[in-house]
């Protein structure tokens, strides 16, 4: 998802606390309704992996809502199925005190119910308690039901009850930033994700709904509603679940094998039509440099929104107005040439969604892969020079003012450098590898045996230097655990003709190989954070640095 910073939890969150403790009072059996403070960015209990998170292992979530537009109203059930790594007692979930909880139970095998203990904790997490020891081993299933009024939040609302330009009624959900909780109970963190999910959503029968993974089918209830059921058969991270409900029309598409559905407002479908080619383009890529598209069991999805879009896993939600650029910007370059939000939110499905961060502090794994992804997009289409056009295009953005890496285990969101910085990155990795067909069996590679998987920084750097022979976690640290980039220092002695070289850079023991010199012949020399001299028969001013290849500063003195 594109992504602007920190802006968590304001004004709704104060909101939302205090109409909490209503909720909890009318429910039984509660221990205690624990007053939820406002939830901070920064929350450790929701942005760590605590004991009653990690003696767990989460295997499949059932979402089970009706949505009501009319009055603006969820309701519904998660079952959460799930199995004990130790013995204990309790497990933590979350949602967001928005909601009501209508009770949590144990299911047995015989299909008995156990009305579960619980109490809200600050914010949003929530501490389950069972009456006996649960068993290191066993597989247990809580049905978590839950019923209020969604509080819309952050930059894409989290859940919306819109209506779309024509005035008919819209729902839909998007929140990476703000965690699913804020729209279903779950265990919300990045580590642990179910194998698979099934997605009932009751929607006004006059309405259609799409949810992420395959169509199933749907029922008419004969009260107003129709029953929607979608089948995730792969590994899914909380916030790309996803339910979107209006008047769309569907067109559908295949590439090689693959399905590809299309949702959009019906006064849109010829445009959507004539735009939507694209998605052959960029799968064609994709599949070129990392392998076949992640989840070819539930086919690939767009589904229009208001908001510009977010990959929510194999139904992303595209706002872009059906034109090339990103909400009509830029209006001139290469950003021109392709429609942003197939091209960045697709890339997703590979980096963010079948490999995903395992720490919201690591999420440069998701938005500097995608963005290097569009990079390799324009190189795929249209050569190399205008990849690398593209990918300086807009570097001077770059403000460098904290590392891109956050404190793992707080909840937050890292800086929006995290985009193009990870992208410039990743494209100085591949100079410093300065072998193409080494880098993109790399990248291959890479994709290839993370897939389906979470992973920290420290997983990509041990695979790249471990392919690669090099000593890469230096500089993978100096570009994305430091703020500054690295200066490359130039001493000119014009008398001797020579020029003395050496990085300046924060990381111990930081040394990587540049080219330098004259463009039309480059020379690599090797610097450290020590003196070396090089002799030259090029003057200061004509001494030149690949600062295309290499995302570095130069200070000539
Ligand atoms: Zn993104």
Redesign the pocket.
């Known amino acids: 998802?594109?992504?602007h910073g920190n802006r968590l939890f304001g004004v709704a969150f104060l909101l939302a606390s205090s109409l909490a403790m209503v909720g909890a009072q009318a429910t039984t059996p509660v221990v205690s309704a624990v007053a939820p403070p406002a939830l901070q960015e920064g929350d450790k209990l929701l942005g760590g992996y605590g004991p009653y998170r990690a003696n767990n292992d989460l295997l499949y979530y059932h979402l089970d809502v009706r949505v009501d537009p009319a009055k603006q109203y969820l309701s519904g059930v998660n079952a959460i199925r799930f199995r004990m790594l130790e013995d204990g007692t309790r497990i933590q979930l979350d949602l967001v005190p928005t909601f009501k909880i209508d009770g949590i139970s144990l299911e047995n095998t015989h299909g008995a119910s156990l009305p579960l203990k619980y109490q809200r904790i600050a914010g949003r997490s929530i501490y389950v308690d069972f009456p006996r020891k649960l068993h290191k081993g066993q597989v247990y299933t809580v049905d978590f039901h839950y019923s209020g009024h969604p509080v819309e939040m952050g930059r894409f609302g989290g859940f919306v009850f819109r209506k779309d330009p024509m005035g008919r009624p819209l729902v839909n959900t998007a929140c990476e930033e703000e965690g699913a909780s804020v729209w279903w109970p779950n265990k919300d963190q990045w580590r642990d994700e179910v194998e698979s999910m099934d997605i009932s959503v009751e929607a006004p029968s006059d309405l259609v709904e799409v949810s992420g993974g395959r169509f199933q089918g749907k029922t008419d209830l004969h009260d107003g509603f129709t029953r929607w059921n979608w089948k995730v058969q792969y590994p899914i991270n909380n916030y790309d679940v996803s339910l979107n409900i209006g008047t769309y029309t569907h067109f559908s598409d295949t590439y090689n094998n693959l399905s590809l559905d299309y949702y959009v407002f019906p006064e849109d479908l010829e445009k959507a039509k004539h735009q939507f080619v694209q998605v052959k383009d960029m799968l064609k890529a994709y599949e070129h440099f990392f392998g076949e598209y992640p989840f070819p069991k539930d086919g690939y999805k767009l589904v229009e929104a208001l908001y510009s879009g977010v990959?929510n896993q194999t139904a992303i939600t595209y706002g872009n107005h059906f034109e090339n650029g990103y909400l009509g910007r830029p209006k001139t370059g290469i950003g021109t040439w392709f429609d942003f939000i197939i091209v960045?939110?697709s890339?997703?499905e590979w980096f963010?969604n079948s490999i995903t961060a395992r720490d919201r502090s690591d999420m440069w794994i998701?938005?500097g892969w995608?963005?290097y992804c569009e990079t390799l997009f324009v190189e795929d289409k249209w050569g190399k020079q205008n990849g690398l056009t593209y990918l300086n295009t807009g570097k001077e953005g770059v403000k460098n003012a904290r590392p891109i890496i956050t404190e793992e285990g707080i909840y937050g969101t890292p800086p929006v450098d995290q985009?193009k910085k990870g992208a410039l990155f990743l494209n100085t990795v591949r100079s410093v590898v300065n072998d193409d067909a080494v880098w993109f069996k790399l990248l291959h590679d890479y994709y290839q045996h993370f897939k389906y998987q979470t992973i920290m920084t420290t997983d990509v750097a041990a695979f790249f230097s471990t392919e690669t022979g090099l000593k890469l976690t230096p500089i993978f640290n100096q570009y994305l655990r430091h703020a500054a980039i690295p200066t490359l220092e130039l001493r000119f002695d014009d008398a001797a003709h020579t020029v003395s070289y050496r990085w300046q850079a924060d990381e111990p023991g930081f040394a990587m190989p540049v080219r330098v010199g004259r463009h039309d012949g480059w020379k690599i020399v090797e610097p450290t954070t020590e003196w070396k001299v090089l002799p030259t028969s090029l003057s200061r001013e004509n001494f030149e640095v690949a600062t295309d290849l290499y995302y570095v500063n130069v200070h000539k003195f």
Do not use: F, V
């Open positions: 998802m594109r992504s990959e960045h939110e890339a997703h963010g998701h938005e995608a963005n985009y």
